[in-house]
């Protein structure tokens, strides 16, 4: 009942996991200062003695014993208790339990003490303001101390003293107004450190969506180059895997769909491409139009034979997907590819929008390649299909004219083969 009031009122979030976010936060993270400050209080309480004497020099041993053997050992044990790390998590719960003992304590000594109560209300806003101001409290746990400290204190010296006694109202104004000032600061105090902690979030949150976007933009190595301060980003990879992929018939598709149906369509299409990429280990570089241009090796460990088995896989799934896509939307969607194997120069280019691309000669030989091959076909160069033929059928088909490259050997990638 009480939490759901603190919540209704700001002082508490609705989710429970959220609330033990921000408990960590605003609590533990002061665990070593509250212990400190809890020692220094053990000593200043105990220390105290002499503010007894001075009121009541002839009754203060009737209260060391309870201030010296009691009180103080319960502040000293609160700290001792947060050295546990199990109990670390209730640092809000062990420091009021202190409190709430200590205001009580304090009233018992005031009620031994000749003229205790005339003087006491000071020490008993000392302890409450130190209490609140030291430690790391929620309002919520405020609550306890406030309703001991008022009640013992007034009660007791009611009880004891003439109701009607001038003092108690005095006493009563005192007590009570530091309660409530120590309240307010309180609640002040946990409302800033929440708004901090949803700013927090939102700032957290806008800076996942910040690197999604760059991991969508950007290998994820390039992404934490750039966030680590390098600004000219070029590297030189000896042997990668580079494929090239165009939607068969575009053109004539472009004719029969609308321009938001023909989008869609391309959305679907390099969606579920991007998706595949991204299961095999292959960087998306760009998309041109219809063209999809993806890379395998820029960040493998691994030989060559690895990422040109993961490109040949990709490729495999790129063919799969436009056939699906054929029969889900019944359009005639097809895709021919070109894969070749070599080195390229990749980085980034651009400071307004950032773009990660690949160049060289090999760049060129599989965009070439792409452009050779038909409906369905995924076309390799001579370096590709050295890498492929222990594992899959590679199929000679000759010489072809390369675009700005001339007659080079090309082979047909086929089925897996089965290990022998």
């Given at each position: 009942?009480?939490?759901?009031?603190?919540?209704?009122?700001?002082?508490?979030?609705?989710?429970?996991?959220?609330?033990?976010?921000?408990?960590?936060?605003?609590?533990?993270?002061?665990?070593?200062?509250?212990?400190?400050?809890l020692v220094l209080t053990g000593i200043l309480f105990g220390g105290f003695f002499i503010y007894d004497r001075a009121v009541d020099p002839l009754h203060w041993r009737n209260v060391l014993v309870l201030r010296e053997l009691v009180l103080t050992p319960v502040i000293f044990a609160a700290a001792a208790a947060l050295l546990f790390r199990p109990l670390q998590p209730y640092l809000e719960t062990i420091v009021v339990i202190a409190l709430t003992v200590c205001l009580a304590g304090f009233a018992v000594i005031c009620a031994n003490l000749d003229h205790g109560f005339r003087y006491g209300?000071?020490?008993?806003?000392?302890?409450?303001?130190?209490?609140?101001?030291?430690?790391?409290?929620?309002?919520?746990?405020?609550?306890?101390?406030?309703?001991?400290?008022?009640?013992?204190?007034?009660?007791?010296?009611?009880?004891?003293?003439?109701?009607?006694?001038?003092?108690?109202?005095?006493?009563?104004?005192?007590?009570?107004?530091?309660?409530?000032?120590?309240?307010?600061?309180?609640?002040?105090?946990?409302?800033?450190?929440?708004?901090?902690?949803?700013?927090?979030?939102?700032?957290?949150?806008?800076?996942?969506?910040?690197?999604?976007?760059?991991?969508?933009?950007?290998?994820?190595?390039?992404?934490?180059?750039?966030?680590?301060?390098?600004?000219?980003?070029?590297?030189?990879?000896?042997?990668?895997?580079?494929?090239?992929?165009?939607?068969?018939?575009?053109?004539?598709?472009?004719?029969?769909?609308?321009?938001?149906?023909?989008?869609?369509?391309?959305?679907?299409?390099?969606?579920?491409?991007?998706?595949?990429?991204?299961?095999?280990?292959?960087?998306?570089?760009?998309?041109?139009?219809?063209?999809?241009?993806?890379?395998?090796?820029?960040?493998?460990?691994?030989?060559?034979?690895?990422?040109?088995?993961?490109?040949?896989?990709?490729?495999?799934?790129?063919?799969?997907?436009?056939?699906?896509?054929?029969?889900?939307?019944?359009?005639?969607?097809?895709?021919?590819?070109?894969?070749?194997?070599?080195?390229?120069?990749?980085?980034?280019?651009?400071?307004?929008?950032?773009?990660?691309?690949?160049?060289?000669?090999?760049?060129?030989?599989?965009?070439?390649?792409?452009?050779?091959?038909?409906?369905?076909?995924?076309?390799?160069?001579?370096?590709?299909?050295?890498?492929?033929?222990?594992?899959?059928?590679?199929?000679?088909?000759?010489?072809?004219?390369?675009?700005?490259?001339?007659?080079?050997?090309?082979?047909?990638?086929?089925?897996?083969?089965?290990?022998?």
């Open positions: 009942m009480l939490r759901q009031a603190l919540v209704r009122l700001g002082f508490g979030f609705a989710d429970e996991a959220r609330e033990r976010q921000f408990v960590e936060r605003f609590v533990l993270i002061h665990l070593r200062t509250a212990q400190v400050f209300a000071g020490g008993m806003l000392l302890i409450y303001f130190g209490g609140a101001a030291m430690f790391p409290l929620r309002l919520g746990y405020l609550i306890p101390p406030s309703v001991v400290a008022l009640a013992s204190y007034l009660g007791l010296e009611a009880w004891l003293h003439h109701p009607q006694s001038d003092i108690l109202i005095v006493n009563g104004s005192l007590v009570g107004t530091g309660i409530i000032i120590g309240a307010l600061a309180t609640a002040g105090r946990e409302l800033a450190a929440r708004r901090e902690f949803q700013t927090d979030e939102a700032l957290e949150q806008a800076r996942a969506r910040v690197d999604d976007l760059l991991h969508s933009m950007l290998p994820r190595e390039i992404v934490t180059r750039i966030q680590a301060g390098e600004t000219t980003i070029a590297d030189i990879h000896g042997e990668v895997s580079i494929a090239f992929a165009d939607l068969v018939g575009f053109t004539e598709l472009s004719r029969r769909l609308s321009p938001s149906q023909l989008v869609d369509l391309l959305n679907k299409v390099f969606s579920r491409f991007d998706a595949a990429a991204s299961r095999l280990g292959i960087e998306k570089i760009k998309t041109i139009g219809d063209a999809y241009m993806a890379v395998g090796g820029l960040s493998s460990q691994g030989d060559a034979r690895d990422h040109a088995d993961q490109m040949a896989q990709f490729a495999f799934a790129m063919r799969d997907i436009t056939a699906d896509l054929s029969r889900e939307l019944d359009l005639p969607i097809n895709v021919r590819i070109g894969v070749h194997v070599g080195p390229v120069v990749a980085g980034v280019i651009g400071m307004k929008k950032p773009a990660f691309d690949c160049w060289g000669d090999a760049v060129n030989m599989a965009s070439r390649l792409e452009h050779a091959s038909g409906p369905g076909a995924i076309l390799l160069s001579e370096p590709a299909a050295a890498r492929l033929k222990d594992r899959y059928a590679v199929e000679p088909r000759g010489d072809a004219d390369l675009k700005g490259i001339g007659r080079s050997s090309v082979f047909l990638l086929g089925r897996r083969l089965a290990p022998a």
